[in-house]
C-alpha cells in the first residue's frame, strides 16, 4: 500500500505564489544595516546580510514553502504576511545592494527571522526592489 502525503511536503515558493520572485529588501534598526532575501524565477535563492559595505553570505538554494515557513538551504524563515501591493516607494540608494538612484518598491511582505535567542527574533518588512 502506498501513501501520498502532499500537505505535509514542502513546495517551490514560486509554485505557491509568484509574488515571492524577486530582490526583497529589509531595513532593520541601524540605517547601514540590512538583510537581503533574492529568488530567482526557479526558486533559487540567496539569503544574506550587509552591514555598511560588508555582506555576509549566509544561505542559498531552492526556496521552499511549507505553511507560512520559507526555506531557503537551512534557513527558516516565517511569513507573518505574503507579498501584497503597496504604493510605491523610494528607496535609499546607499542601502540596496544594486546601488541604483530610483530604485523603488511596489510590494511588501512581513517576516520572522528566527534567532537563536528567542527574544531576538524580530519581524521586519521586506521590501522587493524594482529599478525604474
Given at each position: 500500500?502506498?501513501?501520498?502525503?502532499?500537505?505535509?511536503?514542502?513546495?517551490?515558493?514560486?509554485?505557491?505564489?509568484?509574488?515571492?520572485?524577486?530582490?526583497?529588501?529589509?531595513?532593520?534598526?541601524?540605517?547601514?544595516?540590512?538583510?537581503?532575501?533574492?529568488?530567482?524565477?526557479?526558486?533559487?535563492?540567496?539569503?544574506?546580510?550587509?552591514?555598511?559595505?560588508?555582506?555576509?553570505?549566509?544561505?542559498?538554494?531552492?526556496?521552499?514553502?511549507?505553511?507560512?515557513?520559507?526555506?531557503?538551504?537551512t534557513?527558516?524563515?516565517?511569513?507573518?504576511?505574503?507579498?501584497?501591493?503597496?504604493?510605491?516607494?523610494?528607496?535609499?540608494?546607499?542601502?540596496?545592494?544594486?546601488?541604483?538612484?530610483?530604485?523603488?518598491?511596489?510590494?511588501?511582505?512581513?517576516?520572522?527571522?528566527?534567532?537563536?535567542?528567542?527574544?531576538?527574533?524580530?519581524?521586519h518588512?521586506?521590501?522587493?526592489?524594482?529599478?525604474?
Amino acid at each position: 500500500m502506498v501513501l501520498i502525503f502532499n500537505g505535509s511536503c514542502k513546495k517551490d515558493i514560486l509554485n505557491t505564489n509568484p509574488d515571492f520572485e524577486g530582490q526583497w529588501l529589509a531595513l532593520n534598526t541601524c540605517s547601514s544595516y540590512a538583510t537581503n532575501l533574492i529568488i530567482d524565477n526557479e526558486s533559487n535563492g540567496k539569503y544574506f546580510r550587509c552591514c555598511s559595505e560588508e555582506c555576509r553570505f549566509e544561505r542559498s538554494g531552492k526556496v521552499k514553502i511549507k505553511g507560512n515557513h520559507i526555506y531557503v538551504g537551512t534557513k527558516k524563515l516565517k511569513v507573518i504576511q505574503e507579498p501584497f501591493t503597496i504604493d510605491t516607494v523610494e528607496l535609499d540608494p546607499s542601502i540596496v545592494s544594486s546601488g541604483s538612484i530610483g530604485d523603488y518598491s511596489v510590494m511588501k511582505m512581513r517576516i520572522v527571522e528566527a534567532s537563536l535567542f528567542k527574544e531576538d527574533n524580530l519581524e521586519h518588512d521586506y521590501f522587493k526592489i524594482a529599478h525604474r
